[in-house]
C-alpha cells in the first residue's frame, strides 16, 4: 500500500498518463481551456476517470492555487500481475482460486468483495482497467484492512486474460440470472477463476460465452437480482465448502 499521490499541473499530469502511472481519477477546472483537451483524450484511452470541478476545490486536493486547472489523483494500491495470483496459489500448494469482477463500478461493493475473498482464501482478483472502479480510497475503508492481503491485478480485456488463464489449466465459471444449471450443482474442486458481473448489467455477453461453466442463484422471492458483494459472498463460500482439503 502507499498514500495517495497527488499530481497537479498540466504537463505533470500528461507526463503521468503517458508513463503507465495509475491514476484513479483526474479533477478538471469547469473554466479550463488550452490543452485540456489533450489531457482528457489522454485519460478516456487509458480508461481514467474525468470528473470537472471548481477552482477552489482543486486548490484544496492540490495544496497550492497554481494547479492549471487539472489534479490527478494516484493510486493507493499496488497492483499485481495476473501471474503473481497464479504463483501465490502454488506456493500455498492449493489449486488457483481467483475472482474476476467483469465492470464493477461501485467501490463499496469492490471493497465487500475483496473482504469476502480475503476472508475464504481467494488467491487473488482480476478487474478490468476501464469501466470499473479501482483500489481507491473507498474501497480501501470497505474492505475493514482486507485489501492489504489481498492480490489485485488489472487487465486491459478481460476476454484475453481468461484466455490465458485457460492455458494455464483453470476452468472459468460465469454467473447469469438466466443459467439453466444452479450455483450447487458443481463441485468447485478444480483450479478455477470465478466471473462476478456488474451491479447493473451482469456478466457481459462476450465474456460468457468464454466460460466454461454457467450458474446462477436460485432465489424464490419477488426481487431476482442480488448485490454484487452479496452475490460474491454466497459462491465464494459455496467453492470453499465443496473442495476437498
Request: aromatic fraction near 6%.
Amino acid at each position: 500500500m502507499k498514500n495517495q499521490n497527488i499530481i497537479f499541473g498540466r504537463n505533470p499530469v500528461i507526463e503521468a498518463i503517458n508513463s503507465g502511472k495509475e491514476i484513479e481519477k483526474i479533477y478538471i477546472s469547469k473554466t479550463a481551456g488550452g490543452n485540456i483537451s489533450k489531457i482528457i483524450n489522454l485519460a478516456k484511452e487509458a480508461g481514467i476517470v474525468v470528473s470537472t470541478a471548481d477552482n477552489d476545490t482543486l486548490s484544496k486536493l492540490a495544496g497550492v492555487h497554481n494547479h492549471q486547472g487539472v489534479v490527478a489523483l494516484g493510486a493507493v494500491y499496488n497492483y499485481f500481475e495476473v501471474e503473481d495470483l497464479l504463483e501465490y496459489a502454488k506456493q500455498k500448494g492449493e489449486k488457483p482460486f481467483l475472482l474476476i469482477l467483469d465492470e464493477i463500478t461501485d467501490p463499496h461493493n469492490l471493497g465487500a468483495i475483496i473482504r469476502s475473498a480475503e476472508a475464504f482464501r481467494v488467491h487473488g482478483i482480476i478487474i478490468p482497467k476501464r469501466r470499473s472502479v479501482g483500489v481507491n480510497a473507498t474501497v480501501v475503508k470497505t474492505s475493514a484492512g482486507a485489501v492489504e492481503y489481498m492480490r489485485v491485478a488489472k487487465v486491459s480485456n478481460i476476454s484475453n486474460a481468461i484466455r490465458d488463464l485457460k492455458e494455464e489449466g483453470l476452468w472459468i465459471v460465469g454467473t447469469d440470472v438466466n443459467a439453466e444449471k444452479s450455483f450447487e450443482e458443481l463441485d468447485y474442486d478444480f483450479p478455477l477463476a470465478l466471473v462476478i458481473g456488474s451491479e447493473g448489467k451482469g456478466v457481459s455477453k462476450l465474456v460468457l460465452e468464454n466460460c466454461d461453466f454457467i450458474v446462477k442463484i436460485p432465489m424464490e422471492g419477488k426481487i431476482n437480482s442480488l448485490n454484487a458483494s452479496v452475490a460474491a459472498s454466497i459462491l465464494i463460500y459455496q467453492v470453499v465448502s465443496k473442495r476437498k482439503r
